[in-house]
């Protein structure tokens, strides 16, 4: 299934979740929030459990801290994505949630692409001693990531270097 391809900041965004564990073996869940073209993280939440209404939380915060909302989602087909929060969240927006097929991680490359890499340079090289260390940890690697990690598909530039030179060229 071809997806169009994203031009510009905001057109669409990818979320997913990534799962991992606790020093103690506890299970902690992250959902990561990319803009497709930008390459920039949005958010990384982290907690024991996320629902549909937290996705709709997170989705508000950053939209009012930085005044942004995605004409077009794509997620996965898990539950926190098919909730009626979530529909309604989009709708009322009149943002398109555009879900993969059923079993298919290519249907949505950006996000399992940040995924890998948030993962292997970021869970896998951190021990988690409590949700609160997990949040510092990742909002660290978070900011990282967007500020000072080069991108080749973005001319070598970190997604913020990106996203500033996108707005000041008066792309909107």
């Not at 997913?16 to 990319?34: H, K, Q, S």
């Not at 080069?150 to 530039?157: A, Q, R, V, W, Y």
Request: glycine share 6%; net charge negative.
């Amino acid at each position: 299934m071809e997806r169009p391809e994203s031009v510009t900041v905001d057109q669409c965004w990818s979320m997913d979740f990534v799962a991992d564990n606790l020093f103690d073996g506890a299970r902690i869940r992250a959902l990561t929030i990319v803009d497709n073209f930008s390459r920039e993280c949005l958010a990384i939440h982290v907690d024991k459990g996320i629902r549909g209404e937290h996705v709709v939380s997170l989705l508000e915060l950053i939209g009012d801290a930085h005044g942004r909302i995605p004409e077009r989602i794509q997620v996965d087909n898990g539950s926190e994505f098919i909730s009626k929060e979530l529909d309604r969240w989009a709708y009322e927006r009149e943002v398109t949630l555009d879900f993969s097929r059923p079993g298919k991680p290519t249907d949505n490359p950006f996000i399992e692409s940040f995924n890998g890499s948030f993962r292997d340079e970021c869970l896998n090289s951190h021990w988690f001693l409590s949700i609160e260390d997990a949040r510092e940890k990742i909002e660290a690697w978070r900011e990282d990531y967007n500020a000072f990690r080069p991108h080749s598909s973005l001319g070598n530039l970190s997604p913020n270097e990106f996203v500033e030179r996108h707005f000041e060229a008066g792309n909107l």
